[in-house]
């Protein structure tokens, strides 16, 4: 009998060991001390809101994980400039995320207004629409905040629908994302705008923030959240090749505008340039495999699945402005149904973060820190995705510690205000678990 009992409790730890590396239940970013911010427009201070961030319980059974969170952020959120009175309010959200997502290409489910997938931190991922449309009997717009409801009610099919990246972009924070009564979400590439190689909105300049992570063009970008098919969302860059070969590139969308640039009984273009609908992109296939299929995803190697699987990838343009369909959709390849549940109704395994015997952390550690020379602020960003809080410190050149901060998880930046130092020469250190890379810094005055 005390064989037995060996073989079996062994057995079933290297069962819970298995499960426990299913990136469906490692990814998700662990909080339950740390809360959120927010900026009003204009002042360039954030405020407190005393809701907790990224996801608060992560527990998991053969066939689902199961992720409580509040839906906020680790970065801060606002200012909406268009007029949007809401804030991030806690969801209290349970999403439960199959562990075998199951393929459904013959009769490819829509994506719906509202959450289409859950990121990493908890916070809610809507699809490509804002609620808006084309009335062709009044010939203007109607549905969504400061229309007339459109005929047939919200979910009425129209002929023209609004797409919510150029429409809405005045709404959208420096992470771009915004509230839909209170459901903090984005609709794309959850990175910063003053990030990106092209920057197109000016809300960073005075509300300074971050956003859930860095691209970086040098490595495959990292896993950032999950469909309602269960399937894995990636971040821009991937192997070029399916197979895992072949390099980094950017994974390109196989939507482009029609032509010619014309609607038939719709909107004009010279009110409503070409892009501002759903319905000016069509789908055209592509020979090179570095392109993404109909529902903006693939079949494909990816660092947390060595064997393979189908993974959609967030969509940017070469200056990585957000590009159609932006993370999932029009349709999705799997399975999807909504995935908010009220309670957990199974036998589960709670996942505490720390059971987890093998490194999946495949990235270096890398950072960025600018301006250098600093006379006063100086920033350390963190390139890539924080899946663990990282320490930050300051030193002079004796080795004496002068300064702490912290990149939290689900963040990427960390500030020193320097205007109490001498000039000098210091090093700054970031250290995450038992890894740490330090650089040289120069204060002027």
Known sequence: MRKTFTFLSFLFVAISLQAQLHPAITAFLQNTTETGSYYL??????????????????????????????????YPTGPFQDGNPSQAQDQ???????????????????????????FINGVALFDWRDGAAWNPQTNALCGGPGNPPCPGGPMAQMDWNRDAIPAERAGFDCAKGHPAMGNYHHHQNPSAFKLDLDVIS???DIHDADGLYTIDSSMHSPLIGFAYDGFPIYG??????????????RMKTSYFLRTPSTRENGP??????????????????????????????????????????????????????????????????????????????????????TTNTTNLDFRPLNLNIFPNPVSELLTIQIVGIADQDIQAELFDLTGKLMMTSKIKKGSTIAYFDLQTLYAGTYFVKLTKDNRSTTQKVVITR
Not at 45 to 74: F, R
Not at 312 to 321: G, P, Q
């Open 41 to 74: 427009e204009g002042n360039p201070n954030t405020i407190e809101n005393n809701i907790l961030v990224n996801c608060q319980k992560v527990e998991y059974s053969d066939d689902y994980v199961y992720v409580h969170t509040k839906g906020v952020p680790a």
């Open 92 to 118: 209290n959200a349970i999403f439960k995320i199959p562990l075998n997502p199951q393929a459904n290409t013959a009769n490819p489910i829509e994506t719906n207004p509202g959450n289409i997938g859950v």
């Open 202 to 204: 000016d809300v960073c």
């Open 236 to 249: 821009v860059y991937g192997y070029k090749n399916t197979d895992g070969t072949g390099g980094i590139t």
């Open 268 to 353: 004009d273009v010279n009110t409503y340039p070409m892009g501002y609908f759903k319905e000016d992109f069509e789908y055209v296939n592509q020979n090179g495999e570095d392109y993404l299929d109909e529902h903006n995803g693939r079949f494909c190697v990816t660092p947390e699945y060595p064997d393979g699987t189908y993974a959609y990838f967030a969509t940017v343009d070469e200056n990585w402005n957000s590009k159609y369909p932006y993370v999932v959709g029009p349709t999705f390849y799997g399975q999807a149904q909504n995935r908010k549940v009220n309670s957990v109704t199974e036998a589960t395994t709670v996942y505490d973060g």
